[in-house]
């Protein structure tokens, strides 16, 4: 059974950074993805970014790129999300995931942790 469990959220200001972390525990991760999304009030679950385990490959919605960096730490089986030059349109619960053998790097994931609101002021 993985558990997923986020951290980090807060109120910030536009331009301003933050880093989500992600702690997992209950399963070895090989090289399968893990995940970042995030929901806005009204909208639907979306992808924001993910690396596969065992490599470090990486892979980022068009809306973040530039702005957003995942990394994880094999050591501490964490998984972190850096958000730099923050937006309102960022606000949002953001969320966790660990995907399995068939995951794609944008959906398929089995796992989620309980969400953790990043709110941007303008």
């Known amino acids: 059974q993985v558990q997923l469990v986020e951290s980090g959220g807060g109120l910030v200001q536009a331009g301003d950074s933050l880093r989500l972390s992600c702690a997992a525990s209950?399963?070895?991760?090989?090289?399968?993805?893990m995940g970042w999304f995030r929901q806005a009030p009204g909208k639907e679950r979306g992808f924001v970014a993910a690396i596969r385990w065992t490599s470090g490959s990486t892979y980022y919605a068009v809306s973040v790129k530039g702005r957003f960096t995942i990394s994880r730490d094999t050591a501490k089986n964490t998984v972190y999300l850096q958000m730099n030059s923050l937006k309102p349109e960022d606000t949002a619960v953001y969320y966790c995931a660990a995907g399995g053998p068939t995951t794609n790097w944008v959906d398929g994931y089995n796992y989620w942790g309980q969400g953790t609101q990043v709110t941007v002021s303008s």
């Open positions: 209950g399963r070895t991760f090989s090289n399968y993805p």
